[in-house]
């Protein structure tokens, strides 16, 4: 989004909050996407479509064929900050915490894991069977 200027967002104290691009972060554990958070809007319409956009992209990266996440059709409006919680093995672990006053604005969706018959997975040509 180059060049282009988003529009402010008032916070709840009522300043003003100006973001500077449109990020979308996915959230959860390491079994399981929950969320997909789009940062740098309170336009719930246009961060939905930001956030199936990011869900088809983790999609087709890190989900089997046949599987996709289905993103939930309402957000909710956030303001949140990255903190440090704590090291694992000498790797900081950073959490998101609601903070109206600093924290970044953005829409949080709730995101699961669905299975779609639709999709058919690709055969793998190192395992077909050829006629004899």
Known sequence: MS???LPTIARPNGTK??????TAETWG??????DIVVFGTHDVEFAR??????ADEMSAEYYSSGWHLDVS???DKVWRT????AF??????YQWWDDPDKGRAGVRFSVTVDDDPECKPEPDPNQMELPL
Request: glycine residues 6%.
């Open 73 to 75: 059709d309402t957000g």
């Open 82 to 85: 990255k903190r440090l919680a």
């Open 29 to 34: 554990d390491e079994d399981e996407i929950t």
């Open 3 to 5: 060049g282009i200027k």
């Open 49 to 54: 479509t930001v956030a199936l956009q990011a």
């Open 17 to 22: 909050y100006q973001p500077r691009k449109i």
């Open 88 to 93: 694992d093995e000498n790797r900081p672990i």
